[in-house]
C-alpha cells in the first residue's frame, strides 16, 4: 500500500513538473502574468510529491518490507537502523529519488527566495527546472522504479554491501548531490537568461550565491567521499583518479571556474556570455558524471550496477539538456555583448587566468577519463590512463595558477599595477624560499623532497599571499591597531570567504604535498607482544581478540598501544569484520590523529599462532587535506552571509517595477547592442558536445551488444606460444612442452577446478577433439590432487594434461583469468584467444573453421 | 573515495586492505621501493582500475611476485615494464606510453590550454574593440561638442 501511494504521488510529481515545465514558459513568451504565476505553486506541490514519494520509500526501507524488490536488494533485517535509513540512497534507484528530492528542493528554495525577482526571468528559470525535474521522474519511473513489488516476498533481504555500511554514507550522497544538482540553479537561470536575451548584474547577483552554496556542498561532499575512503580502504589513500571521483571533480573544476567569473559578471559586468557557457557546461558535467556512473560504458571501483538501458535515457536527456543549451547559447550568445574593458594585468585578467586554468584542468580530466573510450573506439587497441598521466598531467597545470592565486587578489580592477603588487609580496616570498630551503635542507636532495618542498612553498606562498591582501585591506601596521580591528571588522564577510577559500586551498596543498613526500609504511606478521616502530612511534601489538558479536558481523580486534619516548600516545583497535548479510569481509582501520600525522593501523590476514599481518602507515600531513576542504567550505558558507549576498537580496536591488509589456523573446538589451549574427566561438562548444554525444551513443551500443568493456585482446595474437614445459598431472604421462606445439594445430586451454566458469565450459571441450584439433589442458594454478579428481569427475577430454602450479606459464601467455583458451597453428603461433568459457557456438562458429584453415 | 553510490558490484576485492603482503616484500629496500614504484604503475586486469599494487586479486600478486623475481635478477625498470607488456599489451599501463595513438591523450592539455587562451585573449580584444570602435549616438554627440563649446569649462581644463 505504501508503495503504491510513493508510486502514485511520484506519477503525480510528474504531472505536475509537466506543467511546470510548459506553463510558465508560455506565460512568459506571451506576457501572461496568471500563467506565469503558476511557476511557484507548482514548484511547491512538486517538492511536496516527490517528498512524500521519498518518505514512503524511506518507510518501506525502515520498516524492511521486503515485498518491494529496490528493499529486498539492499537491505536486511539485522542492519542497524542508520543504515536502513541510509540505505535508501545506496542503490541506483533510490540515490535517483535523492536526486530528483535535492532537485525540487532547490525549485522550492527559487519559489520562497525568489519571491521578488522579475516573473518572467523567475518564470523561465523554473520552467527549466520543471523539465528537469521531469526528465529525472519519467526516468525513475520507466526505467528505474524503486516500488516495484517483489511476489512472492522473500522472507529476508540481500542486505547491504559492508563497505556502505558506515556513517559517510549518511553524509556524502546527500551533500554530493546537494553540490551535482545545485548548479541546476545556475543552469535554469543562464537558460532563462538566454531565452530572454538579457544578462544584467541582477542576474548575477542571484546566481552568485546559489553558485556558491552548489559549490560548498560539493566541497563538502567530494572531501567527506575522500576522507571515507581514506579510512575505509585500507591502505590511505584519498584520491586515486577513478574514473567515478573523475566524474565528481569535473563539476567541481568548473564550478570553482563558473564561482569566479560570476563575481566578474556581478561586480563588473562582464565576461557574461563566459559566465553563461560555464553555467551549461558545470551542470552538463554533473549530468555527464551521472550517465558514467550508472550507464557502465566506463569500468570503476565504484560503479553502480550497470545498466545500458539506463545510460541510453540518461545519455538521452544530456543531449536534450546539454544539446538544447548549447543549440540556444551558439544562436543567442553572440548577443550578449561585454560591458566593462579590462587589461591584461588586472583583477579581471586574474580572474580571466583562472577560468582559463580550471577549464583546461575540467577538460583535461574529461579527456583522461574518456580517453580509453575513444581509442577503443577507433580501433587503435586498448590503453589505461590512471593516476601517473593524471599527476603528470594535472600538477604543472595546477601550480602556476596557485602560484597567481596570492598575486590576483592584490591586482586592482579594471587595470593592476603588477610591480606594485610584486612589492608588496616580498616577505611572502622571503617565507616561501625560506620553506623550500628549510625542506630541502631536512629531507636531503632529492626529486622526492624537491617536489615536496615546491609543494610546501607554494602552500606557504598562498598562505602569506592571501594574508597580505588582508592585513592590506585592514591597514594593519600603518596606523594604530584599533584602526586595524575596526577595518577588520567592517571588511565584507565575502573577502573574508575569498581569504579562507584560499587558505584552504593552500591547505590542501601541504597535505597533499606532505603526504605524497614523507609517507612512512610498516608491514610484517606481528605476533603478541611484538614491537614496530615507525617514524618514532613504537607499535606494540598486544594480541587479537576473536569471535567479538557486532550488530551483523562478527569480528576480530587487534589490540595495540602506541608509544612515543616510552610515554603512551594511543589505544588503536583496527577490526578484520565478516558480515553476515550478505557475506563479506571488511577491515576497519584505527587511526590516531595529533593534527599533525596520523598513525594509521590495519590488521591484515592471521598468520598462526596468534598472529597477524599488520599494516601501519605514518601519514604526515594527510589531515591538513581535510581540514584544508572544511576552511574552504568555511570559507564559501562565510561569504554567503554576506549582505550582499543573502538570499532574497536581489529584492532590494532590482527594479521590481512591472516590465513595459512582459519581455518578449528577444529582449531590448540584446538587440539594442547587435544584430544576432553567429559566431564561431560559440558554436564550437555545441560541435564537441555533438561529437562527444555520438561517441558516448555508440559506445553505450556496443556494450548493450555484449562487448564487455573490459575484454582485453590479446598482444599474443600472431606470435609464437611462450616457450614452455610443464610436467603431467598423471604420472605415467608425458608432460606438456612447447616443443609439443609444433606440426598440428591445437588448442590450449587453461583450467582449474576452483573456476566456477570452467566447470560450465567443460561439457562442450569433446566437440573440439571430434574435430580434428588437439586439445591440451593446462591445469593452473590449481592443486594437482584437485585436478585430477575433477578430471575423473568430469571427464578427461585432453590429450595431455600440464601442470601449471604457480602460474608461470599462465602468465607467459597472458592469461588473467580462467578459463582461457589459445588456438596454435602448426608452426607453434598463436592464432586467437578466447578468454572466458568456450561455448558450442564459438566452437563451431570460430575455431573448426579457422582450426581447419590454419590445418591446410 | 568511495563515491555516492557504490552498489559496489566487486566480488573479487571487497573489504580490501593495501594488498601487498609481507611475504612479498623484497629485503633489499633498494629493489623494494623500485617494486613499488613499478607497481602503482601497472594495471590489475580483472579488477576496475586499481593497481597491482592495491589489489587483492590472485593476479595482481602473481604480477607483484613477477615484478620482483624480475628486479631481483637484474632487470631495469624499463625492461620489467616492458616483460610485462609483452604478455599483456600496453593496457597494464597507467601511464599510457607516448605513441600516435596516444598524442591527443599527452598534448590534449597543452591544447586545451591554448583555446582556452585564446578565446581568452580574442574575447578581450573584441570587447576593447567594439569599446573603442561604437560610434556615438547623434544625441551623445550632440551633448559632447555642448559641453566642449562651453566656455566656463575650458577654463577649467587648462
Given at each position: 500500500m505504501i508503495a503504491e501511494f510513493g508510486l502514485f504521488a511520484l506519477i503525480l510529481a510528474l504531472l505536475v513538473a509537466a506543467v511546470q515545465a510548459t506553463i510558465p514558459l508560455i506565460g512568459a513568451a506571451r506576457g501572461d502574468a496568471v500563467w506565469m504565476s503558476l511557476d511557484r505553486p507548482s514548484a511547491f506541490t512538486q517538492f511536496c510529491l516527490v517528498a512524500i514519494a521519498f518518505g514512503c520509500l524511506m518507510w518501506l526501507h525502515v520498516t524492511s518490507d521486503f515485498s518491494v524488490l529496490n528493499v529486498v536488494q539492499s537491505s536486511h533485517t539485522d542492519k542497524p537502523l542508520l543504515y536502513k535509513i541510509t540505505g535508501v540512497w545506496a542503490n541506483h534507484e533510490g540515490s535517483m529519488m535523492l536526486w530528483t528530492l535535492i532537485l525540487v528542493l532547490y525549485g522550492l528554495a527559487v519559489s520562497i527566495f525568489g519571491r521578488d525577482l522579475p516573473p518572467a526571468l523567475r518564470a523561465r528559470a523554473l520552467a527549466i527546472q520543471g523539465m528537469i525535474g521531469f526528465g529525472f521522474i519519467l526516468f525513475i519511473l520507466l526505467?528505474?522504479?524503486?516500488?516495484?513489488?517483489?511476489?512472492?516476498?522473500?522472507?529476508?533481504?540481500?542486505?547491504?554491501?559492508?563497505?556502505?555500511?558506515?556513517?559517510?554514507?549518511?553524509?556524502?550522497?546527500?551533500?554530493?548531490?546537494?553540490?551535482?544538482?545545485?548548479?541546476?540553479?545556475?543552469?535554469?537561470?543562464a537558460i532563462a537568461a538566454l531565452i530572454e536575451g538579457r544578462v544584467d548584474a541582477a542576474w548575477a547577483r542571484w546566481v552568485r550565491p546559489w553558485t556558491l552554496v552548489a559549490w560548498?556542498?560539493?566541497?563538502?561532499?567530494?572531501?567527506?567521499?575522500?576522507?571515507?575512503?581514506?579510512?575505509?580502504?585500507?591502505?590511505?589513500?584519498?584520491?586515486?583518479?577513478?574514473?567515478?571521483?573523475?566524474?565528481?571533480?569535473m563539476p567541481w573544476l568548473a564550478g570553482t571556474a563558473l564561482l569566479h567569473s560570476s563575481i566578474v559578471a556581478e561586480k563588473r559586468d562582464t565576461l557574461k556570455s563566459w559566465t553563461i557557457f560555464l553555467a551549461i557546461v558545470t551542470f552538463s558535467l554533473s549530468l555527464l558524471g551521472t550517465f558514467l556512473v550508472r550507464s557502465g560504458v566506463l569500468t570503476s571501483v565504484h560503479s553502480f550496477a550497470n545498466d545500458p538501458k539506463r545510460g541510453l535515457f540518461i545519455l538521452l536527456l544530456l543531449g536534450v539538456v546539454t544539446g538544447g543549451s548549447l543549440i540556444l547559447y551558439a544562436i543567442r550568445a553572440p548577443a550578449l555583448k561585454g560591458g566593462g574593458l579590462f587589461a591584461?594585468?588586472?583583477?579581471?585578467?586574474?580572474?580571466?587566468?583562472?577560468?582559463?586554468?580550471?577549464?583546461?584542468?575540467?577538460g583535461t580530466v574529461l579527456l583522461g577519463t574518456l580517453y580509453p573510450l575513444f581509442v577503443d573506439a577507433l580501433g587503435l587497441g586498448k590503453v589505461?590512463?590512471?593516476?601517473?598521466?593524471?599527476?603528470i598531467v594535472m600538477v604543472p597545470l595546477m601550480l602556476p595558477m596557485i602560484a597567481l592565486m596570492a598575486i590576483g587578489p592584490l591586482l586592482a580592477w579594471k587595470r593592476g599595477d603588477l610591480p606594485h603588487a610584486l612589492s608588496r609580496l616580498k616577505f611572502a616570498g622571503a617565507a616561501t624560499a625560506l620553506t623550500v630551503i628549510a625542506t630541502l635542507l631536512a629531507a636531503g636532495i632529492s626529486t622526492r623532497s624537491l617536489l615536496a618542498g615546491i609543494g610546501l612553498g607554494l602552500g606557504v606562498w598562498l598562505i602569506m599571499g592571501s594574508l597580505t591582501e588582508w592585513a592590506g585591506r585592514v591597514h594593519l601596521f600603518r596606523h594604530s591597531l584599533a584602526d586595524s580591528l575596526h577595518r577588520a571588522w567592517h571588511l565584507p564577510r565575502s573577502a573574508y570567504g575569498m581569504t579562507l577559500g584560499h587558505l584552504g586551498l593552500a591547505f590542501i596543498l601541504i597535505g597533499v604535498a606532505g603526504s605524497q613526500a614523507w609517507r612512512t609504511e610498516y608491514l610484517e606478521v606481528m605476533h603478541p607482544g611484538d614491537t614496530a616502530s615507525v617514524a618514532g612511534y613504537q607499535v606494540k601489538f598486544l594480541g587479537a581478540e576473536e569471535n567479538i558479536v557486532g550488530p551483523n558481523y562478527i569480528s576480530t580486534r587487534g589490540n595495540f598501544i602506541a608509544t612515543r619516548n616510552g610515554r603512551l600516545i594511543a589505544d588503536l583497535q583496527p577490526e578484520r569484520r565478516m558480515y553476515a548479510n550478505p557475506q563479506q569481509p571488511l577491515s576497519t582501520v584505527a587511526i590516531y590523529t595529533n593534527l599533525i600525522s596520523d598513525l594509521y593501523v590495519v590488521l591484515g590476514d592471521p598468520a598462526g599462532h596468534g598472529?597477524?599481518?599488520?599494516?601501519?602507515?605514518?601519514?604526515?600531513?594527510?589531515?591538513?587535506?581535510?581540514?584544508?576542504?572544511?576552511?574552504?567550505?568555511?570559507g564559501g558558507i562565510v561569504s554567503l552571509t554576506d549582505r550582499h549576498h543573502r538570499i532574497g537580496a536581489p529584492r532590494r536591488r532590482i527594479d521590481v517595477r512591472p516590465r513595459p509589456a512582459a519581455p518578449t523573446v528577444a529582449a531590448p538589451v540584446a538587440v539594442a547592442t547587435a544584430k544576432p549574427r553567429y559566431n564561431w566561438m560559440t558554436i564550437v562548444p555545441l560541435a564537441c558536445f555533438i561529437v562527444l554525444a555520438g561517441f558516448l551513443v555508440w559506445r553505450l551500443y556496443l556494450v548493450e551488444l555484449g562487448f564487455a568493456p573490459n575484454l582485453i585482446p590479446s598482444v599474443m595474437i600472431n606470435r609464437p606460444a611462450p616457450?614452455?614445459?610443464?610436467p603431467a598431472l598423471a604420472e605415467g604421462q608425458p608432460g606438456v612442452s612447447s616443443a609439443d606445439l609444433q606440426g598440428k594445430v591445437t588448442l590450449v586451454n587453461f583450467f582449474a577446478s576452483w573456476c566456477i566458469p570452467c566447470r560450465e565450459e567443460h561439457p562442450v571441450l569433446p566437440l573440439i577433439a571430434q574435430a580434428g584439433i588437439r586439445l591440451v589442458g593446462i591445469s593452473y594454478k590449481d592443486r594437482p590432487q584437485d585436478a585430477k579428481a575433477w578430471l575423473d569427475q568430469l571427464g578427461n577430454p585432453y590429450k595431455a594434461v600440464g601442470v601449471d602450479l604457480y602460474g608461470h606459464a599462465g602468465l607467459d601467455f597472458g592469461v588473467y583469468g580462467v578459463p582461457e583458451s589459445y588456438l596454435i597453428d602448426k608452426h607453434g603461433v598463436i592464432r586467437f584467444k578466447q578468454t572466458g568459457p568456450l561455448t558450442p557456438e564459438i566452437i563451431r562458429g570460430t575455431i573448426i573453421p579457422m582450426a581447419e584453415k590454419l590445418a591446410r | 573515495m568511495v563515491l555516492a553510490n557504490v552498489a559496489l558490484v566487486a566480488a573479487l576485492w571487497s573489504g580490501a586492505a593495501w594488498a601487498i603482503r609481507?611475504?612479498?616484500?623484497?629485503?633489499?629496500?633498494?629493489l623494494e621501493h623500485r617494486a613499488r614504484a613499478i607497481g602503482t604503475e601497472l594495471r590489475c586486469l580483472v579488477c576496475q582500475n586499481e593497481s597491482i599494487d592495491d589489489s587483492n586479486a590472485d593476479l595482481a600478486h602473481d604480477l607483484r611476485v613477477l615484478v620482483r623475481q624480475r628486479l631481483v635478477a637484474g632487470d631495469t625498470d624499463e625492461q620489467v615494464k616492458q616483460y610485462v607488456v609483452a604478455r599483456y599489451g600496453n593496457y597494464v599501463l597507467l601511464k599510457p606510453p607516448f605513441m600516435a595513438e596516444t598524442y591527443l591523450l599527452w598534448f590534449g592539455p597543452v591544447l586545451l590550454l591554448f583555446c582556452a587562451a585564446g578565446v581568452a585573449a580574442i574575447y578581450i580584444r573584441r570587447t576593447s574593440q567594439t569599446a573603442q570602435t561604437a560610434p556615438l549616438t547623434e544625441d551623445e554627440s550632440r551633448r559632447l561638442s555642448a559641453l566642449l563649446d562651453e566656455p566656463g569649462r575650458k577654463k577649467e581644463d587648462s
Open positions: 526505467t528505474s522504479n524503486p516500488f516495484l513489488r517483489v511476489d512472492p516476498a522473500p522472507v529476508n533481504g540481500d542486505g547491504l554491501n559492508p563497505l556502505l555500511q558506515d556513517p559517510g554514507l549518511a553524509f556524502h550522497p546527500p551533500f554530493l548531490y546537494l553540490g551535482y544538482v545545485g548548479f541546476s540553479m545556475a543552469f535554469s537561470f560548498c556542498a560539493l566541497t563538502l561532499g567530494v572531501a567527506m567521499g575522500s576522507w571515507w575512503s581514506y579510512y575505509t580502504l585500507g591502505w590511505g589513500g584519498y584520491w586515486a583518479w577513478d574514473p567515478v571521483e573523475n566524474a565528481s571533480l591584461m594585468v588586472s583583477r579581471e585578467g586574474g580572474l580571466l587566468f583562472n577560468n582559463i586554468v580550471l577549464s583546461t584542468a575540467a589505461s590512463v590512471g593516476p601517473p598521466y593524471f599527476n598472529g597477524s599481518v599488520v599494516h601501519i602507515f605514518h601519514n604526515p600531513l594527510v589531515p591538513w587535506i581535510f581540514f584544508g576542504a572544511l576552511v574552504m567550505v568555511l616457450a614452455f614445459n610443464l | 609481507p611475504d612479498e616484500i623484497l629485503a633489499n629496500p633498494k
